[in-house]
Every structure is written in structure tokens, then in C-alpha cells.
């Protein structure tokens, strides 16, 4: 009763690699949807879409001729591809472990200077007091900002130019009304 489960995507893909592995041969797909389920278990409905996904990733070659499409990877691609991937990771390690390297030096030349004395405790406190002070006076400032004399006196210059703007309109109004 028990329904037998198909294979997933990356199953295909490996499978379908061991095909061109083992073989080390050139292929058609017509040939690879005879051989890969005889061989492999992979359906024939989804060799080209398997196949397919391994040529976008660069795994699997392939090249038209004449009307044919023919599909190769050889062992010796893939292993030449992965001292590839391994000499650029391990060139990232290098840099990474460099860069750590100048951090951890960079903090050790930040440090020095730093240490805890009762000169610095007593600095860093008469640091905070001061910081504390100057937050306490702009507040202060901000509270008496409403009688800062320009600002009375933008003020009073806004209050005008409204008033003039409102005789205008209301002169205008009366005329309208007078001319009906």
C-alpha cells in the first residue's frame, strides 16, 4: 500500500552528474531520456529540466551543432572548478584572518592611554558632570526661547503682514459688495 516516493531535485541533479561521470561521454538529450531512467531512476519528463539546471549552474557543457544540442562534463572540470572555489575561500580566509589581525592591533593602540587610573575615573566623572550641565542648560535655553527678542520680533513682523493681508481681502470684499 505504500506509494513509492520520487526523487528530489538535488537527487536528479546527482544522479544525472554520475551519469556523465561514470561514462565520461558526449550526449544528446534524446539519449540521456532513454539512459537516465534505465540507469539512474530519474524520470524522463524530468531529464531536461534537470539537465537544464545543471548548464545554467555551469556544471554540465553544452554546445549546438548543426541541429543537435550535445551535453558533457567531464571529472576533471568539476575537480579543476572546486581548487577553484577552495583557492578563492581560502584567499577570503586570508584576508579575513588579516583584517582581524589589524583590528585586534588597532583596539590593543586604542587601549593604550586608557587604563584605569584615579586620574582618568576622575576625568571621565568631571566628563559626565559637565555633559549633564550642558544638557540641563539647553533646556533652559528652549524653556525662555518664547522670549528671545528676534524671535518676538518675527513675530510681531508675521502678525503685520497677516493684518495687511486681511485688510486687503476685506477691502476687496467691500468693493465686490458696493459694485452689487
Known amino acids: 500500500m505504500s506509494k ?48 537544464q539546471s545543471l548548464v545554467d549552474d555551469a556544471m554540465v557543457d553544452t554546445d549546438r551543432i548543426g541541429t543537435s544540442n550535445y551535453f558533457w562534463a567531464f ?11 577552495l583557492e578563492q575561500l581560502e ?3 586570508t584576508e579575513g584572518t ?42 533652559e535655553l528652549a524653556t525662555y526661547q518664547g522670549c528671545d527678542p528676534e524671535i518676538i520680533k518675527e513675530i510681531r513682523q508675521m502678525n503685520k503682514v497677516a493684518k495687511d493681508a486681511a485688510n486687503r481681502w476685506t477691502g476687496m470684499l467691500q468693493k465686490i459688495w458696493i459694485s452689487q
Not at 571529472?75 to 572555489?85: D, E, F, N, V
Open 4 to 51: 513509492k516516493k520520487g526523487l528530489s531535485i538535488e537527487e536528479k541533479r546527482t544522479r544525472m552528474m554520475e551519469i556523465f561521470f561514470e561514462t565520461k561521454d558526449v550526449f544528446q538529450l534524446k539519449d540521456l531520456e532513454k539512459i537516465a531512467p534505465k540507469e539512474k531512476g530519474i524520470t524522463s519528463m524530468s531529464v531536461k529540466e534537470v539537465l
Open 75 to 85: 571529472p576533471s572540470k568539476a575537480l579543476h572548478g572546486r581548487k577553484q572555489k
Open 91 to 93: 584567499s577570503q580566509l
Open 98 to 139: 588579516q583584517k582581524k589581525q589589524s583590528l585586534q592591533q588597532s583596539i590593543e593602540n586604542a587601549k593604550v592611554g586608557r587604563e584605569n587610573t584615579d586620574s582618568r575615573a576622575a576625568t571621565l566623572k568631571e566628563l559626565e558632570g559637565l555633559r549633564q550641565q550642558r544638557n540641563q542648560l539647553k533646556a
